[in-house]
């Protein structure tokens, strides 16, 4: 398996919309981008901690590219925002892509100058060397799927 990680603003969303595209093999929420170990969500909802709220996507490589995780990613949020989403504000909400490596990192600024052709605005979007990720409390894992909003 491989692994993806990105920020797009509230975590859930962004959770749900990965779990449905065929070939991830699983999905978790939490903590990225920061410079706290093992934050939890009340420290990094401060905006002291530095963290985003982000998805480590496991992806099973045979079956889905890198290259379509990306157009999920642009098509799940305005990465045109800064600090924001909807009516999320903060720095954890920001818009980024963590790589792992230098064939993802060429193919996500490869993929922004093709998305940045769809808006207006510039893009707002990081792209950063993949930090340490740190799971998100346990109530926060499929939150929306044990609702039954998805």
């Known amino acids: 398996m491989a692994i993806a990680t990105f920020g797009a603003g509230c975590f859930w969303g962004i959770e749900a919309a990965f779990r449905r595209v065929e ?3 699983d999905v978790t929420v939490g903590y990225s981008g920061g410079d706290v170990e093992h934050p939890t969500y009340k420290q990094v909802c401060t905006g002291k901690t530095g963290h985003a709220e982000a998805v480590r996507v496991e992806f099973d ?7 379509e995780l990306l157009e999920v990613f642009w098509s799940i949020h305005d990465p ?3 600090n924001r989403q909807g009516p999320d504000v903060g720095t954890q909400y920001r ?3 963590f790589f792992h490596d230098t064939d993802q990192e060429a193919a996500a600024r490869a993929s922004l100058e093709r998305a940045q052709e769809r808006y207006r605005s510039p893009i707002a ?11 998100a409390e346990d109530y926060h894992q499929r939150y929306l799927e044990k609702r039954g909003m998805v």
């Open 125 to 135: 979007t990081e792209i950063v060397p993949a930090p340490d990720f740190y799971a």
């Open 95 to 97: 818009s980024v892509i």
């Open 23 to 25: 070939g991830v093999t």
């Open 61 to 67: 490589p045979n079956r889905l590219g890198y290259e």
């Open 80 to 82: 045109t925002q800064v």
